[in-house]
């Protein structure tokens, strides 16, 4: 822009104001004495180029990091000027690609991925996947079905209807096997569990002999193991919510209670009595497992699961009973369906915050009188900027390999509720260096020299709030779980982004707004100047500029309305806190908020149920509940991995292997071992079958300890092949031994073993994580066998332990960061420390809030939390260091009345204005029926409530009673400290040139 431009720009501000004070009375005068009177100098948001000058008398004299700092982002400011239509090209290129491959990209749930690093179940997972999944990941459905009317299902109508949907699954629903070229149904490639659902039929089978009236002498179906012409089985994996007769029970054929439990025919439902000890069921279990064939790979086998379940979800219907599939593969599309529900909802968001954006850019482009369009492409493109950056961050993690977790689709709703204030601070300081160039023409002002001014005044501000919430990030992914790594990661890298696309694509486009502004106004200039030399007093206006050096722009008439409000409410909020019984008050509640919150910690409660990761419609959700209510407390089995049993044929390790199991099945709750599946027993009775001693299976006083001289290695190929012990194949696995000049021989090489337990409390998470440490320490006393123990809640049960841990490490981490952060730019441990309790008594808030409204400790939870403490050191850093300053720059025997007006007039309004917009944006996520949205909305809320009440309500009121605390016990006569020559002389020339003193200040003055 040439100086003749500038001149002109100069004489059209100069004429305004001439031309209209003349002929009627200057209503400004009230306001600009008001404002005169009541206006204190405004330093930085946190710490600039103004702040150096407004503390330290100089800007040379501040800390060399800073000063560093300020510096490049005084270059970048020209460069980006030069270079904005590129670097806008070239993000704007970058991130669609992004966005291409994110909507590319299929989602990937680990449901192992919450569990702790380093934690135990981790270990126990991976030797239970190597001993079932040699071939990859197996065939394993489990089918349920409860009776719709709440009664019994072994009833006889009941249990056939089961049994067609269990011959409907095993023989309808097939898998492409591309070896045979055919279709294959369960039956037809299943091989050692095939047999896994025979109890129910044979249950069902005796029930029908017993109901024709045929003999039952060799027929038993008494819970938990049954016996048909001589073939003993367990019924525990497949009846839940069992009910036995009592010794109460009267016979009377008119109970409708008694019908319903066990059958429609009166004299039938007593009289079972004979055959069977079960009165009702509330639930039955099919169970559809085999080995994944050579060949197949884990998406064919998750494409069959998914048959299954599609069928008995949608296709299938009955009057009778309901039917609830359950797989792994359903309950990864489970999480990834909840992942998607949020996406819907961003859109919400981003409406939401384009709004607040607008009206509140706009709402202080009034004030400033420097309203205009572009005003609202900048307020919405404020917007844009986060998502760009998130698609971005999230690509590039794709590409290099990272799964696309569903915890990751809450990033772009974090980035946006945060990173858009980076924005805000640019727009108004765009602003208010505007109305500067109005104010004081500069000769050779440029779009560059005013964005070098921006960056370089709010920059430092900006990349404190980016390295506090990276560095928070940081910590939250090296001390939790895998999915939690995944969140606090991709946070990190989106914030990291979002800053690189703030400096760059929305710089250039303030850059470019910035050209079209300045052209606007120079075709004002152009037209004024010549209407001024039609009125011939362009000589004259020229006269005025070089006396008065000062070009104000007319108030506009909101500003002239909204200022005396404004300042008079601060003006009383300043002088209510400043009291003396009001702050001693604050301080008070203060103390109880502390206590309050303290007191919610210790009573939280720390779970994290498979519950948490479907959406609220999900029906595993009902599923879960059926296996709190009826299963666990009747059977929950532990599964024990035996990786080296080594040679039975030994004595002492067989006998060694006994003992650890009737430890197992000493443990309290134990069904003993009719709950016990050990191979090595029914392999006592095949070889007892083939010797004189035969041992009856159906008398009770067959013993139980084995003794290890009946061991035979030889015939261990022919027991696991034989019909009644084939389900043996696929618990036990062998290796071959060559033999000279013999055969090789097929030994022991591994097996596993089962326990089953019930009990009324294991239904609660402490009570099975204490049954889980118990036969954990049955394994650790056996060393010799390398066996592990795994169940199937042993992910979630290990957080109980860690849990806790985690929290206060991650805290502790991410605390230190923060103080080192805000130390190296702010170099005052006052401010620091202030800040850092700040964060501390946050986060006490967060957790102890979310105890009392009923919320659990977990990963996500702890995560939440984490991101949080990102972004809640910025309100109270802000208010302890302008606090700082003000006793600096007003000296140290400023009253707190003063210190706290010049801390509030520049923290107020840019912390309420970011805490409304985080606040409505990441509102759509209540919305959203799902624990992960719901916890992270409401941790995100509280923070933000918390952090403005710490900032403008408890932090003011504790500096103020330090003050006057301090003021009441220090010596009379106290000196000044004293001010440098340079300082002083520079506090005194800046107010003639600082945009501070014009008569239109850039925020409601007090």
Same mark, same amino acid.
């Given at each position: ?130 001993? $079932? ?174 048959? *299954? ?37 961003? *859109? ?33 493109? #404020? ?15 794709? =590409? $290099?390999?990272?799964?696309? +977790? ?47 001014? *921006? ?18 990030? =940081? ?5 939790? +779980? ?183 099945? #000493? ?59 084939? $389900? ?279």
């Amino acid at each position: 822009m040439t100086a003749s431009a500038t001149e002109k720009r100069a004489s059209i501000f100069v004429s305004r104001t001439s031309v209209d004070a003349g002929p009627r009375p200057d209503p400004r005068d009230r306001t600009e004495s008001m404002t005169r009177a009541l206006q204190s100098k405004r330093p930085s948001l946190l710490i600039g180029a103004k702040t150096l000058q407004e503390v330290y008398g100089e800007e040379e004299e501040g800390p060399r990091f800073v000063r560093f700092v300020i510096n490049v982002y005084r270059k970048w400011g020209y460069m980006i000027a030069k270079n904005a239509w590129l670097a806008i090209f070239i993000v704007l290129f970058i991130s669609s690609l992004g966005i291409v491959n994110i909507f590319f990209t299929p989602q990937q749930n680990d449901i192992t991925g919450y569990t702790p690093y380093g934690a135990r179940a981790n270990r126990e997972f991976a030797v239970y996947n190597d001993f $079932f999944a040699s071939h990859g990941q197996p065939v394993a459905t489990y089918i349920f079905g409860v009776a719709k009317d709440n009664g019994s299902m072994i009833r006889t109508e009941h249990l056939e209807e089961f049994l067609k949907v269990i011959s409907y699954a095993s023989s309808n629903i097939t898998l492409y096997d591309e070896a045979s070229g055919k279709d294959l149904s369960f039956y037809e490639f299943c091989h050692s569990f095939c047999l896994a659902n025979e109890p129910i039929r044979q249950f069902a089978g005796g029930m029908k002999v017993y109901e024709q009236g045929l003999s039952t002498a060799r027929i038993k179906l008494n819970y938990p193991t049954s016996t048909v012409l001589g073939t003993s089985f367990s019924l525990q994996p497949n009846f839940f919510g069992i009910e036995f007769y009592g010794d109460d029970d009267k016979e009377d054929a008119t109970d409708e209670t008694q019908k319903l439990l066990s059958g429609e025919h009166g004299n039938a439902t007593f009289n079972r009595r004979d055959i069977t000890n079960v009165k009702g069921v509330k639930m039955i279990a099919a169970l559809l497992r085999a080995e994944q064939r050579e060949g197949w790979g884990d998406k064919k086998v998750k494409a069959f699961e998914m048959k *299954v379940v599609d069928h008995f979800m949608n296709h299938y219907s009955n009057d009778l009973i309901h039917v609830v599939p359950f797989s792994q593969t359903y309950v990864e599309e489970e999480m990834v369906r909840g992942g998607k529900l949020m996406l819907p909802y961003l *859109v919400i968001g981003f409406i939401i915050m384009c709004c607040v954006s607008s009206f509140t850019v706009m709402l202080r482009a009034f004030y400033m009188h420097q309203e205009n369009y572009f005003k609202i492409v900048l307020a919405i493109t #404020a917007c844009i900027t986060p998502i760009l950056a998130t698609a971005t961050a999230l690509s590039l993690m794709f =590409l $290099f390999g990272i799964r696309f +977790s569903s915890i990751l689709c809450v990033v772009p709703f974090l980035v946006l509720s945060i990173g858009v204030d980076s924005s805000y601070l640019m727009i108004h300081e765009w602003q208010r260096v505007t109305k500067h160039a109005h104010e004081n023409p500069i000769k050779g002002d440029s779009v560059g020299r005013r964005m070098s001014e *921006v960056l370089s005044e709010v920059g430092p501000a900006i990349l404190i709030s980016c390295l506090t919430n990276l560095f928070a990030d =940081l910590v939250g992914s090296f001390t939790s +779980s895998p999915e939690i790594t995944l969140l606090c990661g991709g946070n990190m890298l989106s914030m990291c982004v979002a800053f690189i696309y703030q400096m760059t694509f929305y710089a250039g486009l303030m850059c470019i707004v910035g050209e079209k502004e300045i052209e606007r106004d120079d075709v004002a200039v152009s037209a004024s100047v010549v209407d001024n030399k039609t009125k011939n007093i362009h000589v004259q206006i020229h006269q005025k500029v070089a006396r008065n050096h000062s070009l104000a722009r007319t108030p506009s008439k909101f500003q002239m309305t909204t200022q005396p409000i404004v300042s008079s409410f601060m003006h009383k909020y300043v002088k209510i806190m400043a009291n003396s019984i009001v702050s001693m008050t604050v301080v008070g509640i203060y103390i109880l908020y502390l206590t309050i919150t303290i007191w919610g910690i210790t009573r939280i409660n720390i779970n994290l149920s498979t519950k948490k990761l479907f959406a609220g419609d999900s029906p595993l959700n009902e599923l879960e509940d059926l296996r709190v209510r009826l299963v666990l407390p009747h059977f929950s089995m532990v599964t024990v991995i035996v990786n080296e049993p080594g040679n039975f044929t030994l004595p002492d390790r067989l006998k060694s292997m006994n003992r650890m199991v009737r430890e197992f099945e #000493a443990l309290e709750g134990s069904w003993g071992p009719d709950g016990t599946k050990y191979f090595a027993r029914d392999y006592q009775t095949f070889l007892s079958s083939w010797e004189d001693d035969y041992i009856n299976v159906e008398d009770d006083e067959a013993p139980q300890i084995l003794d290890p001289t009946r061991y035979n290695e030889e015939d261990l190929r022919y027991f696991l092949r034989w019909s009644e012990y084939v $389900f043996w194949g696929g618990l036990v696995k062998t290796k071959n031994i060559t033999r000279e000049k013999k055969e090789p021989l097929e030994i022991l090489d591994k097996f596993v073993l089962t326990a089953g337990y019930h009990g009324d409390r294991l239904g609660e998470w402490v009570q099975r994580g204490h049954k889980l440490r118990e036969w954990r320490s049955v394994v650790d006393r056996y060393p010799e066998f390398k066996a592990e123990v795994y169940h199937e809640d042993g992910q979630y049960l290990d957080l109980i332990d860690n849990m806790v841990t985690d929290t206060w490490q991650a805290i502790l981490g991410a605390l230190v960061c923060m103080g080192v952060v805000c130390f190296l730019f702010l170099n005052n441990f006052f401010t620091v420390g202030i800040a850092s309790l700040s964060v501390l008594s946050i986060c006490c808030g967060i957790l102890g809030v979310m105890s009392w409204f009923g919320v659990d400790l977990d990963p996500i939870t702890m995560a939440a939390m984490i991101i949080s403490i990102g972004f809640s050191v910025d309100i109270p850093a802000h208010v302890s260091y302008h606090y700082y300053t003000a006793s600096r720059s007003h000296g140290a025997s400023s009253s707190p009345e003063d210190r706290l007006t010049q801390c509030l007039s520049s923290v107020a309004f840019p912390a309420v204005q970011a805490a409304t917009s985080t606040i409505l944006c990441i509102c759509s996520l209540l919305f959203i029926d799902l624990y992960m949205a719901t916890v992270s909305c409401q941790i995100m809320i509280i923070c933000v409530v918390l952090c403005n009440m710490h900032g403008l309500i408890f932090l003011p009121a504790i500096l103020i009673c330090i003050d006057k605390a301090r003021w009441a016990f220090s010596p009379r006569g106290s000196k000044r400290p004293r001010i440098s020559p340079r300082q002083r002389s520079n506090r005194a020339v800046k107010g003639t040139l600082a945009p501070e003193n014009s008569a239109v200040p850039d925020r409601p003055a007090v």
